[in-house]
């Protein structure tokens, strides 16, 4: 069955730093990666997809599926990125609806 | 546009009841998911619902039940209900294409329950 990792439950760095939220993932076809994002007392949001291969908010992340990986990485943070982040796997498949997550990392950005 | 909306926000049951959660889709979508947001984890799939039929379903029990009207909003019902069954429980709309993709899910506010 697939399963969406992400090690670190909170993480904190100061405004500036760069940020490296970490998604590894099992899944034995090629799956469909996703990050969402939860800002205070807000709804859950998509932040971005692989497919895209865009940049929302200066956040990037990129499919290893060597590493069956999908960081999501920031180079300079900045305090409205404080929020809780989950990553997300659909399975492959036109008739493969659900979305199986992680269980989220608290991003805490200092001024 | 309001975007999805659920109801209620809150309540709170008793182990053994029944209850009924409703949501709305946005605006132009025509396909309902709901997940099950235990505290401290991430949503868990419960299954979706298009063209009023259950198209997928997780890993959850058959007191978990729902429906789609044909103004495709939902309602999620919970039979027998368990301690265990106090969650976030999120609902999530999307619009299904020709080809049967699947896009960008929006998410609800949630509806929390609590068993006691």
């Known amino acids: 069955a697939q399963r969406v990792t992400q090690p670190e439950k909170l993480l904190s760095v100061f405004k500036g730093a760069p940020v490296e939220l970490k998604c590894n993932y099992s899944?034995?076809?090629?799956?469909?990666l996703f990050w969402y994002v939860q800002y205070s007392r807000q709804r859950l949001q998509l932040l971005l997809r692989?497919?895209s291969r865009e940049s929302i908010k200066g956040f990037t992340a990129d499919l290893n599926k060597g590493e069956t990986s999908f960081h999501l990485k920031k180079p300079f943070a900045q305090e409205e990125d404080s929020a809780m982040y989950y990553c997300?796997?659909?399975?492959?498949?036109?008739?493969?609806?659900?979305?199986?997550f992680g269980k989220g990392t608290l991003l805490t950005v200092n001024p | 546009d309001a975007g999805v909306t659920q109801s209620p926000t809150h309540l709170i049951k008793t182990r053994g009841q029944q209850v009924t959660l409703r949501c709305s889709p946005k605006?132009?979508?025509?396909?309902v998911s709901w997940y099950q947001q235990a505290l401290g984890q991430g949503p868990q799939f419960i299954f979706q619902?298009?063209?009023?039929?259950?198209?997928q379903r997780g890993n959850f029990p058959d007191r978990f039940s729902g429906h789609q009207f044909p103004n495709y909003s939902s309602e999620l019902n919970v039979n027998a209900l368990l301690l265990g069954d106090s969650a976030l429980y999120l609902c999530?709309?999307?619009?299904?294409?020709?080809?049967?993709?699947?896009?960008?899910?929006?998410f609800g506010p949630g509806t929390r329950l609590t068993v006691t």
């Open positions: 999530a709309s999307s619009l299904v294409g020709g080809r049967m993709r699947i896009y960008e899910q929006y």
């Open positions: 899944y034995s076809g090629s799956p469909e």
């Open positions: 692989h497919i």
């Open positions: 997300a796997l659909k399975e492959s498949g036109g008739s493969n609806y659900k979305l199986t």
């Open positions: 605006s132009g979508h025509d396909t």
């Open positions: 619902y298009y063209e009023e039929e259950e198209r």
